[in-house]
């Protein structure tokens, strides 16, 4: 079984700062996807950003990007210019790769909040 | 595109009764379908992997007598909880996969159950 650690329950930082979000994980398997999730108080989870173990670089889209290490099972996510509707919990997730016939397991999530 | 509904978003049940979520892929085809479930504060547990036509697999812990998951069609899966009781008040997510090669999730946006 495979198991997801966010170990920073809540964060905050200023409007426009940069903020690292840490994930870690542990995996026997050698193909997965990882993802991280936002929830805002609506519930609705959005996918922020996906990252293939297969692919050595790191996912950017727009203002988020991950460092990932696979050899440390780490999956951190750096979201730059932080916004005020950047504020949500943020969830990674891990799931292998094995034809798409897996759930997702999530870790237990990080609540940033963006001041004004 | 990929757009997952779910119905009811909130229902009030008496301890005791059975009571039926739907989940909707709106405009794909859902080959799998996931339940999971997310007590407040909390991340969210998967419940069980539905596939249509077929019987769903359901994780360690889930009572598969108490949460009955039918994937009719390759549009709708149902999770009925049957004999409510107050501990079972949460927040149960759906999502769908579509048949793309990056086996992504879409999230429902959510059913509240409250169990008096």
């Known amino acids: 079984a495979q198991t997801v650690t966010q170990s920073q329950p809540e964060m905050s930082v200023q409007e426009a700062e940069t903020v690292t979000l840490s994930c870690t994980y542990d995996?026997?398997?050698?193909?997965?996807?990882l993802f991280w999730y936002k929830q805002p108080p609506s519930r609705q989870m959005i996918l922020v950003i996906r990252?293939?173990?297969?692919?050595?670089q790191n996912a950017t889209e727009n203002r988020f990007s991950v460092n990932f290490q696979k050899a440390a099972k780490s999956f951190s996510l750096k979201i730059s210019d932080s916004q005020l509707g950047d504020t949500a919990m943020y969830f990674c997730a891990f799931m292998k790769r094995r034809g798409g016939a897996d759930g997702l397991t999530f870790g237990k999530g990080t609540h940033l909040i963006i001041q004004p | 595109g990929a757009v997952v509904s779910q119905h009811p978003s909130w229902v009030i049940c008496k301890s005791g009764t059975s009571v039926k979520i739907e989940c909707r892929s709106l405009?794909?085809?859902?080959?799998?379908m996931f339940w999971y479930r997310q007590f407040p504060k909390q991340s969210l547990m998967l419940m069980a992997t539905s596939n249509e036509g077929s019987k769903a697999t359901y994780e360690q812990g889930v009572e598969k007598d108490k949460f009955l998951i039918n994937h009719a069609s390759l549009t709708l899966s149902t999770l009925t909880v049957t004999s409510a009781h107050p501990e079972d008040s949460s927040f149960y997510i759906c999502?769908?996969?579509?048949?793309?090669?990056?086996?992504?999730?879409?999230f429902g946006p959510g059913t509240r159950l409250t169990v008096t």
């Open positions: 995996t026997s398997e050698n193909n997965y996807y």
């Open positions: 405009d794909f085809q859902a080959t799998t």
């Open positions: 999502s769908a996969r579509g048949g793309g090669p990056n086996y992504e999730q879409y």
């Open positions: 990252q293939e173990a297969y692919k050595q």
